[in-house]
């Protein structure tokens, strides 16, 4: 057990609809990253929150979007969705060295999202 | 560009033998991270190790191995005695400067270990 949580587990939607992940990353940790793997593009990083604000951004649709609230749990809206955006959302959180990640990430299970 | 190529896709063992999973990288930077991570059939990634740019020894946990050649930009990871519980998809990932957080991803690559 990493100590990241998310939900939903599974999650089916039709296209067009918009549906929120969750995730609480473990006791301590400041920063939360959201990955989203799929079979065509494999692990993608979207996007970084460190302490509520935004610190990296990847390769996220503008129909996406984050945030970090101030109890540390991060939130990520998917809208509009398509066929195409069905695949597996990670949440991580990871060690600050610094106030840098190390890139030692611990990851949640995932939200496996199918858009029909 | 920055990025990670896991060529092998799928390999298959028997218990026992020994295994080696491929990693190169490509970076303009001369101050990068690499890492290896582990994804077991539940489905959440696990953290095997990290090594910085500056760092070329090898490096060796129980049954684990990893070799960092900067030389041919090779960072690969050797499995000794390979068990059924190492059955997992392997992911080698880079950051790639000193200043970045966000990880890297190779394709990953699925290994099945049988009895």
């Known amino acids: 057990d990493s100590g990241v949580t998310q939900t939903p587990k599974h999650l089916i939607t039709a296209t067009g609809q918009r549906v929120t992940l969750r995730c609480s990353p473990r006791?301590?940790?400041?920063?939360v990253y959201w990955y989203q793997q799929s079979l065509d593009q494999g692990l993608q990083f979207l996007i970084q929150y460190y302490n509520g604000e935004e610190r990296a951004k990847g390769n996220i649709l503008e129909r996406f979007s984050a945030q970090q609230f101030p109890d540390l749990h991060s939130e990520l809206n998917l809208s509009s969705l398509e066929l195409g955006d069905s695949a597996l959302y990670f949440c991580a959180s990871s060690v600050e060295l610094a106030g840098r990640g190390t890139g030692e990430l611990f990851f949640g299970e995932g939200s496996r999202l199918t858009v029909l | 560009a920055q990025k990670v190529t896991q060529a092998q896709t799928e390999i298959s063992v028997v218990e026992k033998e020994d295994v080696t999973l491929d990693c190169v990288y490509e970076?303009?930077?001369?101050?990068?991270?690499l890492f290896w991570y582990k994804q077991p059939p539940s489905g959440e990634l696990v953290f095997l190790i990290r090594?910085?740019?500056?760092?070329?020894q090898n490096e060796i946990s129980g049954r684990y191995s990893w070799n960092f050649q900067k030389s041919t930009s090779s960072f690969n990871f050797t499995i000794t005695a390979s068990q059924v519980v190492d059955s997992a998809v392997y992911f080698c990932a880079l950051i790639p400067n000193q200043a970045g957080t966000a990880l890297i991803f190779g394709k990953g690559t699925t290994l099945s270990v049988s009895s």
């Open positions: 090594r910085n740019s500056f760092d070329e």
């Open positions: 006791s301590g940790d400041l920063s």
């Open positions: 970076t303009r930077d001369t101050t990068y991270y």
